[in-house]
């Protein structure tokens, strides 16, 4: 499906020699910023910050409203850093949770340099794309660039459909895309493409982090949301977002020998009601072991080191509707 409805870059002409190993050296200025994608739940954000930055940052799933930290991905490039800043999706909010999560997103946009605006190709536009766009509308100064997500899940005929649709919601909204750019975060196309449109639209300036970084996300934050994931796997129609998941403490094992360290890990996942707790747990244990072995080879892979990982599962009687509870759960 590759570049043949991506629209040519028109202020970015310098993007394509932009990846090259000598782009600093050859004039061009190092850029460093950071660009959020936002959109609709579940326009694929999340898998579109992994796919860029090569690895698992985000947390990812088949749920509506699971990004619940700015994860921030770091994209090292010769030319250029670019800092991804992944927002919750902005929705009509129905719980306190749900309004604390748009202020998020909002003052997210006035901070970054670029905002990429997610919009899944195998769906038609409907009121949330308008409201968000609408939205965007009111940030004048920051350039937008249009996303059309989930390219592998169409034909060419549809997706030249929703990127026409795509360039009229922006006329309509009286706003000028930088860029509108088809992708495949699962497929990884046009992926390198995306962000040799984006790093243009940086200003220039030095690295801000460390060439290894990947994010900035505190550990114990990542930690959290891969046992949330791991819990939120196959009970999503019944829990779809009570979960949340505070890591108590994280201490290497007294003792050990230095070629043998180990991590012991303390965690509670906390639910709104008791009825939750069993689905949860499962019966004789057996769902929460399996959060536990799953969330344990991720963060082990995460951290490179072995870890010991304690669960335990507590009731914070409807957590998303009271304000101290959300303090207390860190949002």
């Keep these: 499906m590759g570049g043949m409805s991506a629209r040519t870059p028109s202020s970015s002409s310098s993007s394509a020699s ?19 994608f936002v959109g609709r739940p579940n326009a694929g954000k999340s898998t579109l910050t992994n796919a860029l930055v090569g690895q698992k940052v985000a947390i990812t799933s088949n749920r509506p409203q699971t990004t619940r930290h700015s994860v921030r991905g ?19 909010p129905r719980t306190l949770l749900g309004e ?12 970054v340099d670029v905002i990429g605006f997610c919009l899944p190709a195998d769906q038609k536009l409907g009121p949330g794309d308008t409201y968000i766009a609408r939205e965007l509308a009111g940030i004048r100064k920051t350039p937008k660039v249009a996303i059309v997500t989930k390219t592998d899940l169409v034909d060419g005929k549809q997706l030249a459909a929703q990127l026409i649709a795509v360039d009229r919601l922006g006329r309509e909204l009286d706003f000028e895309w930088a860029e509108i750019v088809p992708v495949s975060a699962v497929s990884g196309d046009q992926v390198s493409l995306l962000a040799d449109l984006l790093v243009p639209l940086l200003p220039a300036g030095p690295q801000l982090y460390a060439e290894g970084d990947l994010t900035d996300e505190p550990e114990q934050v990542m930690v959290g949301e891969l046992i949330r994931e791991a819990a939120l796997e196959g009970v999503r129609d ?28 303390h965690a509670n996942l906390y639910i709104e009601r008791p009825s939750q707790k069993g689905i949860v747990i499962g019966p004789k244990g057996a769902r929460l072991k399996e959060v536990g ?25 409807d957590w998303q509707r009271d304000p101290k509870q959300l303090r207390k759960l860190g949002f």
Excluded: Y
């Design 18 to 36: 932009a990846g090259h190993p000598d782009a600093a050296a050859g004039g061009l200025p190092h850029r460093s910023g950071f660009a959020c």
């Design 74 to 92: 770091i994209v090292h490039r010769p030319d250029a850093q670019l800092i991804l800043v992944d927002t919750p999706g902005l929705h009509k």
């Design 100 to 111: 604390r999560l748009n202020d998020v997103v909002r003052t997210t946009w006035a901070e």
């Design 238 to 265: 019944e829990l779809p977002h009570s979960i949340a998941v505070v890591v108590e403490e994280m201490i290497p094992r007294e003792g050990r020998p230095a070629d043998r360290p180990l991590l012991d890990i």
């Design 293 to 317: 072995t799953k969330s344990r080879q991720q963060i082990e892979a995460l951290l490179g080191t072995p870890v010991f990982l304690d669960l335990h599962v507590k009731v914070a009687k």
